[in-house]
Nanobody, 117 residues
């Protein structure tokens, strides 16, 4: 199995920055992609950014140029650096790991990010 532990959420003013961390443990060799998703109140969960084991990244258009996803393989950790935050970035951010075996999707517990105007 794989376990994901997130940290780094909080309250920040518009224009500020936060960095989210997601550390994987367990059968991490089964993971081929990790990423961040977010869900704002009353909205569907949406993709924010993903990164593969080879380092290929994908970012949502809404965060392009402001957010960066990276990984530290030695620490089994993926980071989401969020700059120039906007109130519309307010959401619960969840870390996701995609695996080649069941269960194919593993989720972290989620961390709240609140951006005040």
């Amino acid at each position: 199995q794989v376990q994901l532990v997130e940290s780094g959420g909080g309250l920040v003013q518009a224009g500020g920055s936060l960095r989210l961390s997601c550390t994987a443990s367990g059968h991490i060799f089964t993971i081929y992609r990790m990423g961040w998703y977010r869900q704002a109140p009353g909205k569907q969960r949406e993709l924010v950014a993903t990164i593969t084991t080879s380092g290929s990244t994908n970012l949502a258009d809404s965060v392009m140029g402001r957010f960066t996803i990276s990984r530290d393989n030695a620490k089994n950790t993926v980071y989401l650096q969020m700059n120039s935050l906007k109130p519309e970035d307010t959401a619960v951010y969840s870390c996701n790991a995609q695996r080649a075996v069941l269960p194919y999707d593993v989720w972290g517990q989620g961390t709240q990010v609140t951006v005040s105007s």
